[in-house]
Every structure is written in structure tokens, then in C-alpha cells.
């Protein structure tokens, strides 16, 4: 119950802001399939009061464990996976920067918006529905910062929330990336092409495409409007390993290219 509340709240932050989403749900849903969630994906400074080790709390209270971790060198990301005693809940994925890896004026930037976070939001599940918890950066610091690190950005102006839902395809009527692609291909939304449409095959035990994420306007601190990423939509279809058992984790190649889902040019 208390899961229930919680997705759908950061459903409803999601579509408000990520309209293909709830388009391609409802084009899935209209061809016969219910929707189950397989995972959903937060990022986060790894900063207090936000840092993943002080949000982690919040997910385990709702039922989950740890599964995994992850580590992406290149994007100075950390991550862990979580898994619900109840196999009908989504998976969770929990990345954060590494600020302290950026270079210093990065830090400074980050550390301005962090410093602004009041700390009573963060203590219950609803903190990672929160959005914003600074006032908006100017358009100069999130240049400055998308310079370096797309996620530093994204989170900037995105905040605490749903960064993907991921649809189960192991759940829909016919259960292949084949007919994902085809439902996604009608619908002509922009796939995430870093390494090809599908990442990952059956080898892997997971296979995943993704949407690019929604673009929105947004007017910074010092006034000036600019499109912006906010989210994207993911799909993935799971494989039994060798004993039979159904792939629960992550493979980093795979999540290391949907991570591009956000990428902006840094021309706009
Ligand atoms: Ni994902």
C-alpha cells in the first residue's frame, strides 16, 4: 500500500513533465497489454543531505534490500540496485555523482544548490518527489555544468524525482523487443540509438531500449528560457540464467548508454 502511494506519486510528477510517457503507456495499454513497472531509476548528488546513503533509508523502509552495486568510472557514478519482497513491485535504481570528482567550479555550483536544501523534505518517501530543492540555477551554471557531466546538470534543474519508469516487457502480450520496437517505431518517438536501439542481448540476460527524453522549457534564475531534458521512458525484457531463475540486476554496458537518454547539445 504504502508502495502503491508512493509510484504513483512519482507517476504523476513523471507525466507531468515527460508526456510521452503516459502517451506510450496508454498505446501499450490499447493493444491489449497491462502495464507492469520493472524498474524505476532516481539519480542524486552524492552530497548531504541528498547523498545515496542518505536516501537509501526511505527505499529500504518501503520493503526493499540492496542487490547490487554498480559502479560507472567514466561518468563518476555510483549505484545500487534494490529489489522488493513483493515481486510485483518495481525494481529500484539508485545512482549519485561523485561531486567531489568534478572540477572545483562544478563543486562550487553544486554545493550552492545543495546548501539551499531544507532538510524536513527529506524525511519521508515523498523526498524523492520533490523536484527541486534549490531555486533554479542560472542558465550560465547549468551551461557551465552540462560542459561536464550531463547527470550534474539534469540534476540541477530536475531535482529529486523519477528520472524513467521502465516498462516489463516479460509482462506484455508479446513478450519481445521486436514488438517493442515496432509499437515504438509507430509511434515515432526518438530511441536512444549510443550503441543501437537494443542494448544488451540475450546473452547478457538483459535486453533494454530506451526512449530520449521529453524536451521542456525552462526559465532560469537570471531570466532567460531554454529547452531543457527532462525524462525519458524505458523498456526491458529479462532472461532466465542457467538454473532457471529470472536475471534480476543490471548490466553496467547497458546502463552505462541509457544514462544518454538526457543528452543535450551543448549548443542550445
Ligand atoms: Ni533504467
Given at each position: 500500500m504504502q508502495c502503491q502511494t508512493f509510484f504513483d506519486r512519482l507517476w504523476q510528477e513523471y507525466i507531468a513533465i515527460t508526456p510521452q510517457a503516459q502517451r506510450l503507456q496508454q498505446l501499450f495499454m490499447d493493444d491489449g497489454n497491462s502495464i507492469v513497472n520493472d524498474h524505476v531509476a532516481f539519480r542524486t548528488y552524492a552530497l548531504p543531505p541528498i547523498s545515496l546513503q542518505q536516501l537509501e533509508p526511505l527505499i529500504l523502509a518501503l520493503g526493499y534490500r540492496r542487490f547490487d552495486h554498480y559502479q560507472f568510472k567514466e561518468k563518476k557514478l555510483n549505484a545500487f540496485s534494490y529489489i522488493h519482497e513483493d515481486e510485483l513491485q518495481p525494481r529500484v535504481f539508485l545512482s549519485e555523482l561523485?561531486?567531489?570528482?568534478?572540477s572545483p567550479s562544478a563543486q562550487a555550483i553544486i554545493h550552492r544548490l545543495c546548501a539551499?536544501?531544507?532538510?524536513?523534505?527529506?524525511?519521508?518517501?515523498s523526498a524523492f518527489s520533490q523536484?527541486?530543492?534549490w531555486a533554479k540555477p542560472s542558465w550560465q551554471d547549468y551551461h557551465f555544468l552540462l560542459q561536464e557531466s550531463e547527470y550534474a546538470a539534469w540534476m540541477a534543474v530536475?531535482?529529486?524525482?523519477?528520472n524513467h519508469f521502465t516498462i516489463s516487457v516479460n509482462h506484455l502480450r508479446q513478450p519481445t523487443m521486436t514488438y517493442v520496437l515496432e509499437k515504438l517505431h509507430q509511434a515515432q518517438v526518438r530511441l536512444?540509438?549510443?550503441?543501437?536501439?537494443?542494448?544488451?542481448n540475450k546473452a547478457s540476460l538483459l535486453e533494454q531500449t530506451a526512449t530520449m527524453a521529453d524536451e521542456i522549457k525552462m526559465t532560469f534564475a537570471d531570466g532567460d528560457t531554454h529547452t531543457i531534458s527532462s525524462c525519458y521512458y524505458e523498456f526491458a525484457k529479462r532472461y532466465a540464467d542457467k538454473d532457471g531463475k529470472l536475471y534480476q540486476g543490471f548490466v553496467p554496458a547497458n546502463a552505462d548508454a541509457i544514462f544518454h537518454s538526457t543528452d543535450r547539445k551543448t549548443d542550445v
Open positions: 561523485k561531486v567531489n570528482e568534478l539551499q536544501i531544507q532538510i524536513d523534505k527529506l524525511e519521508t518517501d523536484g527541486l530543492l530536475m531535482g529529486l524525482r523519477a536512444n540509438q549510443q550503441g543501437g536501439e537494443i542494448k544488451g
